[in-house]
């Protein structure tokens, strides 16, 4: 069956980096985009990043352009979400979705997440 | 796109209609979708294509609308339902909007 494990999260200083893996498996990832979306504490539900399923596309949103980068390793069916700078409001719970297709724009499978707390 | 979801928080008896409303800043077609996120778990998706139900969930469950305008209906809710419930649109992404959640509870 579908499923995706998070890990990486962890407590990091501001300024640091960080670096999350998503292991997918009951899929190939050549078949499906694959998105980051992130949940501050207590708060709603933020778009982070995309990959392609064929990773020709890679784009994140304005809040972390520059700052985090997403990539992957079909020999492991891994995703990954490099942050850089992190700061304080990077804050959150982050999540792993499958893309519905291959680059639909909805997530029909979640990741239980992995917790990123920036602080000093 | 700018989604806008209400009421904040719906108290609704067990066996009624629960009605979740969900607007967006301009048209996104019918590329609309709803999750399910119950207390310490991820979301699950419900509808997309606003009123397609995705594999799975309950009968009880149904989505309407287009446009700007877009409704998440469970026809006699259960106790299990108690949840948040977003709305996001995929009709112009990057960036894949959310609404801010309507949080579900038993009356």
């Known amino acids: 069956q579908v499923q995706m494990v998070e890990s990486g999260g962890g407590v990091v200083q501001p300024g640091k980096s960080l670096r999350l893996s998503c292991v997918a498996s009951?899929?190939?990832?050549?078949?499906?985009?694959m998105h980051w979306i992130r949940q501050a504490p207590g708060k709603g539900l933020e778009w982070v990043a995309v990959i392609s399923s064929d990773e020709i596309i890679k784009m994140s949103s304005d809040a972390v352009k520059g700052r985090f980068t997403i990539s992957r390793d079909t020999s492991r069916n891994t995703v990954y979400l490099q942050m850089n700078s992190l700061r304080g409001e990077d804050t959150a719970l982050y999540f792993c979705a499958r893309d519905a297709n291959e680059g639909t724009g909805h997530f029909d499978f979640w990741g239980q997440g992995t917790l990123v707390t920036v602080s000093s | 796109i700018v989604m806008t979801q209400s009421p904040a928080t719906l108290s609704v008896s067990p066996g009624e209609r629960a009605t979740l409303s969900c607007r967006a800043s301009?048209?996104?077609?019918?590329?609309l979708a709803w999750y399910q996120q119950k207390p310490g778990q991820a979301p699950r998706l419900l509808i997309y294509g606003a009123s397609t139900t995705a594999t799975g969930i309950p009968g009880r469950f149904s989505g309407s609308g287009s446009g700007t305008e877009f409704t998440l209906t469970i026809s006699s809710l259960q106790s299990e339902d108690v949840a948040v419930y977003y709305c996001q649109q995929y009709h112009n992404w990057p960036p894949a909007t959310f609404g801010q959640g309507t949080k579900v509870e038993i009356k």
């Open positions: 009951g899929f190939a990832l050549t078949s499906h985009a």
């Open positions: 301009e048209s996104v077609s019918r590329n």
